[in-house]
């Protein structure tokens, strides 16, 4: 049967963390998806941090999301020239799935930076936004189970609310507290898979420089 209803899940996932994985398995469960495509990006054009190795990252990716029925990994905007943007991935999904409705799956950040992205006109035409909320407090210091959400009132774009329990996580914490080496590798399995966690540790990634 073709896929009727198709999810985008973009990100650095530099490295992928809890918070991903819960953001893919209610998308799948809540928007009733036939299939979720997971892409990490190549150069983020938002981004000024240089991500680490497309090839770890997408490593990690497979410890993440490997698991997940109806889950894609999807290597196109790695291998895409030049930088990387959402709506055309969206075009060629759209042609990929002729007649398929289609899903982004975000965070409320990338929501309320909707606007600045390259032809953000464009992404709603093709896609209906799918949203999980995201704590206001991300950070080292942050509670894990924090409950201040972010507010989206003042959004006045079209988007669909994802029911998520809020997971104050985000990559930029993980980075730094392995950077900082505050976390010994038992320690990090709360934050990121228990696979990711020793993948992180084994192939050295996020230490200080020596
Ligand atoms: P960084 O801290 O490096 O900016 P990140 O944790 O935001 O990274 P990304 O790979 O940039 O992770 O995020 C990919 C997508 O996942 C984005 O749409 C982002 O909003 C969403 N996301 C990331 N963390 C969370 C979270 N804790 N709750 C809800 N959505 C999240």
């Not at 998806?33 to 981004?47: E, F, Y």
């Not at 080292?140 to 998520?164: C, K, Y």
Request: hydrophobic letters at 45%.
């Amino acid at each position: 049967m073709a896929a009727r209803r198709v999810g985008m899940f973009g990100g650095a996932f530099d490295p992928p963390h809890r918070a991903h994985r819960a953001l893919a398995e209610t998308a799948l469960e809540q928007l009733e998806l036939d299939v979720l495509h997971i892409l990490p990006t190549g150069q983020a054009w938002h981004k000024t941090r240089a991500l680490s190795p497309a090839k770890d990252r997408v490593a990690m990716c497979q410890l993440t999301f490997g698991d997940l029925p109806r889950v894609v990994l999807d290597e196109r905007e790695i291998h895409r020239e030049g930088p990387s943007y959402t709506a055309d991935t969206l075009s060629e999904l759209q042609r990929e799935y002729p007649g398929a409705e289609l899903f982004l799956v975000l965070g409320a950040d990338q929501l309320l930076a909707f606007k600045t992205w390259v032809r953000w006109q464009e992404v709603l035409q093709l896609a209906t936004l799918a949203v999980a909320n995201r704590a206001t407090d991300i950070g080292a210091h942050a509670s894990l189970d924090q409950t201040t959400e972010t507010d989206l009132s003042a959004v006045d774009i079209p988007f669909q609310s994802l029911r998520m329990p809020l997971k104050n996580i985000s990559a930029t914490d993980v980075r730094a507290r392995v950077e900082r080496s505050t976390l010994d590798i038992g320690a990090l399995d709360v934050l990121v898979p228990e696979a990711v966690a020793r993948y992180i540790s084994q192939h050295h990634l996020y230490q200080p420089p020596q």
